[in-house]
């Protein structure tokens, strides 16, 4: 479904990805795991679009997308939330989800049509807001949301545009335990054929809801296996784990 | 958003019911000043989307309307062509000028878009200033107005004119109104707001942004063709930077992002500069000082500023009715 095949970036000397290899089956969830700087937002990047990798390649569907657009990658599929939440800040949370949702739905151009009354986009943002837990703030503008909501709202956007490869990029980052719980249900209430890629911090949830989880560390994949293979594994434990088993 | 609220309905219909009357009671010097209200008008409310709705803040409508102007007389009195395939051509023209400078200053924004769309301008000025088969600096004269004989109306007379451009002022507006409350209007905006996360949901930012312009410059356009009829010659003076300057001062003045407050815009600023005017050169400096005092003021404008006075009374949450009357 997604394949990344020795994805390297540079900037300047610093090697931020380091020969990157994975491939994502159909409706499968990834974990990403990693410390800070890894190099897993920038990954991130460069599989939308918004940064050029130096070598390699990415495949969606069997097809390189490496000569496509941001929004031609967008159309194409693949949707991703942010790590810093990257909203319409001057519009209503209803008004977020409405152009995520016609843009998904290819209703974000005609000069005849309002998407916003169209009845297939407000049945998307209904949905999504139920998804998200935002139905009861759908007319606040986001301005005076709180951080908690607009975190959700985060999601909720890449959600909007019905994607079928979902990229998130520490959705829980934070956010409270009551969230975080959230997050665990909306991450299984997703349709099954939906391919999942999630940077996360957080290892219950990871643990939880991956099928396989990856480790980046210094740029480099590190370790791939299962939840239980990572458990186990001395590498991780030693870059990633150690830190984790402190915190708890 | 651009929302077409009640009180902005009424105070479209209220002014240009006032300026109707103003033309009708006053002599021809009424008429005229109601003219140049409706061109000022025209070319600020097509300002106002792209740059209110768009945050495309363009130093070119001046050319715009000008290039639609030479394109008529091109037309109507080089070729001999009738006038209102004439008028649908200089509009046209107009309106594939303004895609042209979007699609080409593409990812540019603030301060550099200011500056491309400035550089566009001015090579259209340059081009109609010395291009001497159609006058050169010395401009040209012998434009008609339309026929309109046929259905009993007479355009050469100056209240019948008058009337005419407060008609054309209304189908800008409602024009303009109609399209910032489609799916192209709210992609429009959301651009405006984020355009990074709109290119993410998968729109193609810089060719919307592109029609945008094609679209404001369409109604430029038609102020350029209203230019042209009303004084029946026209000359590269219509297309100088600070015509666009003008227009922009409108719109700021009214109320950016308003629609509606570029028409009240233009109405304050014309008749201002015609009383002031009586009594001293300096009327520059009138506008100035109530620009300044509008941007102080927090920069809504005239009529932005008068809505939120109103808004922040009883508010009710943005949105809501919309979004149950489905
Ligand atoms: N545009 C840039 N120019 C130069 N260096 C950059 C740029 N973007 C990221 N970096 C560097 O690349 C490294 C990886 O950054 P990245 O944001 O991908 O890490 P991350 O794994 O997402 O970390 P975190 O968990 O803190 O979000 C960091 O050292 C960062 O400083
Ligand atoms: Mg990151």
């Known amino acids: 479904m997604l394949e990344v095949r020795k994805l390297c970036k540079a900037f300047g000397g610093l090697k931020v990805t380091r020969g990157v290899t994975f ?4 409706g499968e969830r990834r974990v990403i795991l990693g410390p800070n700087g890894a190099g897993k937002t920038t990954l991130f990047n460069q599989l939308v679009g918004t940064l050029t990798p130096s070598s390699g390649d990415i495949l969606v569907e069997g ?37 995520a949702a016609a843009a998904g739905q290819g209703k974000a151009h005609s000069v005849w049509r309002d998407s916003f009354r169209d009845a297939a986009v407000r049945e998307t943002v209904a949905e999504v ?32 545009t ?42 219950d949830l990871a643990f939880d809801v991956a099928d396989r989880i990856t480790v980046l560390n210094f740029g480099e994949v590190v370790f791939e296996g299962t939840p239980d293979e990572t458990r186990g594994n001395k590498v991780v434990r030693d870059i990633y784990l150690g830190d984790w088993q402190a915190d708890a | 958003m651009f929302r077409q609220t009640p009180a902005r309905s009424l105070v479209l219909i209220v002014t240009l019911a006032g300026l109707a009357a103003y033309a009708s009671a006053g002599g021809f010097f009424a008429r005229e000043i109601v003219i140049e209200i409706a061109i000022l008008a025209i070319l600020a409310i097509s300002l106002d989307v792209v740059a209110g709705f768009g945050g495309m803040v363009s130093l070119a409508h001046g050319a715009m309307m000008g290039l639609s102007a030479y394109t008529y007389a091109i037309f109507s009195v080089k070729l001999g062509w009738p006038p209102l395939p004439s008028a649908l051509l200089g509009v046209a023209a107009s309106g594939i000028f303004g895609t042209l400078i979007g699609w080409i200053t593409g990812r540019t924004t603030g301060i550099f878009f200011i500056m491309a769309t400035l550089a566009f301008g001015q090579m259209a000025y340059t081009v109609f200033f ?52 489609t799916a192209f209007g709210r992609t429009l905006t959301g651009i405006h707001v984020n355009e990074d996360r709109m290119r993410a949901l998968g729109v193609n930012t ?22 042209a009829q009303h004084v029946q010659y026209i000359s590269p003076e219509l297309l100088v930077w600070t015509v666009s300057g003008e227009v922009l001062i409108v ?40 620009l300044i005092a509008t941007v102080l003021a927090g920069g809504r404008g005239i009529y932005g500023q008068v809505e939120h006075w109103f808004s922040r009374r009883p508010p009710p949450p943005a949105g809501t009715a919309e979004a149950h009357d489905a």
């Not at chain 1, 491939?23 to 159909?26: K, N, S, W």
């Not at chain 2, 060719?207 to 038609?222: I, K, T």
């Open chain 1, 23 to 26: 491939a994502l089956e159909p």
């Open chain 1, 63 to 99: 097809r390189s997308v490496m000569g496509l657009s941001v929004a031609a990658r967008a159309r194409a599929g693949l949707s991703r939330s942010y790590q810093k939440n990257n909203l319409f800040e001057d519009l209503s949370v209803r008004e977020n989800l409405m152009l």
């Open chain 1, 129 to 160: 807001a139920q998804q998200v837990a935002l139905t009861e703030m759908l007319d606040m503008p986001v301005r005076s949301a709180s951080y908690g909501s607009r975190r959700q709202l985060e999601v909720g956007l890449a959600l909007a």
């Open chain 1, 162 to 203: 019905r994607p079928r490869i979902l990229l998130m990029d520490e959705p829980t980052s934070g956010v409270g335990p009551t969230m975080i719980e959230g997050f665990h249900r909306l991450l299984h209430s997703l349709p099954r054929e939906l391919t999942v890629l999630i940077i996360e911090h957080d290892m």
């Open chain 2, 130 to 181: 010395k291009w001497r088969w159609l006058g050169g600096d010395d401009g040209l004269g012998g434009l008609s107005r339309f026929d309109l004989g046929g259905l009993g109306i007479k355009m050469g007379n100056s209240l019948t004119f008058a009337l005419f451009a407060l008609v054309l002022v209304l189908a800008v507006y409602v024009a303009a109104a109609w399209v910032l409350r």
């Open chain 2, 206 to 227: 810089v060719m919307h942004r592109a029609q945008a312009l094609g679209f404001s410059a369409l109604l430029a356009g038609v102020a350029g063709v209203l230019a």
């Open chain 2, 251 to 290: 719109v700021i003045l009214g109320g950016l992002g308003t629609l509606i407050g570029p028409l009240l815009g233009a109405v304050i600023f014309v008749l201002l500069k015609h009383e002031i005017s009586g009594y001293t050169n300096h009327w520059h400096i009138v506008i100035g000082l109530l």
